[in-house]
């Protein structure tokens, strides 16, 4: 094994590839994967071995279904006569969270979710929506005994437009600033 490496290709697929020089008696190389939470490994594919001279190189892509975890992949490279061996890991990182995100965008039903961080989840916060003249809409508290990340704001009474959510926290960090379209 010359050298095995991975990248993320986008949000949902990763690319991993190695090389290897003068294959002799290797029958199959596992792709194992596991992610940073978890300490084993698993096999997610296996690719036949090419046992040929000189140098040969070989990808393969993972279809990742969270786009926020990261994952670590080895190679087990097996020989015909049973042995196998590891290559190094290989640390892909996923996308990273903000510590507030709200969605839809544009919102097409009544109802506006706030994905907040396990961090922050722990915090009292104080959310606004205001118009974009600045005009106060809605108000909302997230009281610190509310450790739940996922919040969701009724904006029915809203009109059809662009507004601004904002977020401060009880110690008067602004966190957020985003504007959103209701449709």
């Given at each position: 094994?010359?050298?095995?490496?991975?990248?993320?290709?986008?949000?949902?697929?990763?690319?991993?590839?190695?090389?290897?020089?003068n294959?002799?008696?290797v029958?199959?190389y596992?792709?194992?994967?596991?992610?940073?939470?978890?300490?084993?490994?698993?096999?997610?594919?296996?690719?036949?071995?090419?046992?040929?001279?000189?140098?040969?190189?070989?990808?393969?892509?993972?279809e990742?279904?969270?786009?926020?975890e990261?994952?670590?992949?080895?190679?087990?490279?097996?020989?015909?006569?049973?042995?196998?061996?590891?290559?190094?890991?290989?640390?892909?990182?996923?996308?990273?969270?903000?510590?507030?995100?709200?969605?839809?965008?544009?919102?097409?039903?009544?109802?506006?979710?706030?994905?907040?961080?396990?961090?922050?989840?722990?915090?009292?916060?104080?959310?606004?929506?205001?118009?974009?003249n600045?005009?106060?809409a809605?108000?909302?508290?997230?009281?610190?005994?509310?450790?739940?990340q996922?919040?969701?704001?009724?904006?029915?009474?809203?009109?059809?437009?662009?507004?601004?959510?904002?977020?401060?926290?009880?110690?008067?960090?602004?966190?957020?600033?985003?504007?959103?379209?209701?449709?």
């Amino acid at each position: 094994l010359i050298s095995f490496d991975g990248n993320k290709i986008n949000e949902t697929k990763n690319e991993l590839k190695w090389k290897v020089e003068n294959e002799k008696n290797v029958d199959v190389y596992k792709i194992e994967r596991s992610n940073t939470l978890i300490t084993s490994f698993e096999t997610i594919s296996e690719l036949s071995a090419k046992n040929i001279e000189g140098n040969v190189s070989y990808q393969f892509n993972d279809e990742i279904i969270n786009r926020f975890e990261d994952y670590i992949y080895r190679l087990k490279i097996s020989d015909i006569d049973g042995k196998y061996r590891y290559s190094n890991t290989v640390l892909i990182q996923g996308k990273k969270q903000n510590d507030i995100e709200m969605y839809p965008n544009p919102i097409e039903q009544n109802t506006m979710y706030i994905r907040i961080s396990e961090k922050l989840s722990q915090k009292k916060l104080a959310f606004s929506i205001t118009d974009m003249n600045g005009k106060h809409a809605i108000n909302f508290i997230k009281n610190i005994s509310d450790n739940s990340q996922i919040q969701s704001i009724d904006v029915s009474e809203l009109k059809s437009g662009i507004y601004i959510l904002k977020c401060v926290s009880n110690d008067g960090n602004n966190l957020l600033n985003k504007t959103f379209t209701i449709k």
